[in-house]
């Protein structure tokens, strides 16, 4: 992905947090990319083409929302609402097609290069698949480890969330 074709997304925000999220969006498509030969056509219940297509920013069918939808970047600059107690949130469902993904300031806190990498697959499960917490965690654990060999440790958000009473597991 370009940064002009994220500047068209992402209007008024920062030229160092386009960067920014332009390294996050890149490495989360690279390592689904890395992992696609080992995958299936589903990940834990997610459409692996519709998530591979919303990764990329384009167009996704096959996910849990009827018809086309499309993802769209928003970067909040204050810490309210929501953006008070998460790095990235999804707006769900989609209306008209849209699936706000909104990328809050913790998200561009310097030196998370990889914890952004991992939102951005974490968060892009919810775009495609919906809200269920542990099964976002299960697909971005998963790419993680096809991609590198290891996964990013998250047992206290695991716990938190119950995920081990789920027919969702971690690598």
Do not use: K
Not at 40 to 53: C, S
Not at 89 to 107: S, T, Y
């Amino acid at each position: 992905m370009s940064a002009m074709a994220l500047l068209c997304l992402v209007p008024a925000a920062q030229a160092d947090d386009q960067a920014v999220l332009e390294r996050a969006m890149d490495g989360a498509l690279g390592q689904l990319e890395r992992a696609l030969p080992q995958l299936d056509a589903t990940l834990f219940g997610v459409n692996v083409t519709a998530y591979h297509d919303a990764l990329a920013l384009r167009p996704f069918s096959g996910g849990s929302w009827a018809g086309q939808n499309v993802v769209d970047l928003t970067i909040r600059g204050e810490a309210s609402g929501s953006c008070s107690r998460y790095a990235a949130f999804v707006r769900l469902p989609p209306v008209d097609g849209r699936v706000p993904l909104v990328l809050c300031p913790q998200f561009f806190t310097p030196g998370a290069d990889e914890l952004r990498v991992l939102t951005v697959l974490h968060e892009m499960v919810h775009v495609v698949a919906g809200r269920d917490e542990c099964q976002a965690m299960a697909v971005a654990a998963r790419v993680e480890q096809l991609a590198r060999g290891t996964f990013t440790p998250v047992d206290a958000y695991w716990r938190a969330n119950g995920c081990a009473a789920t027919r969702y597991r971690l690598p």
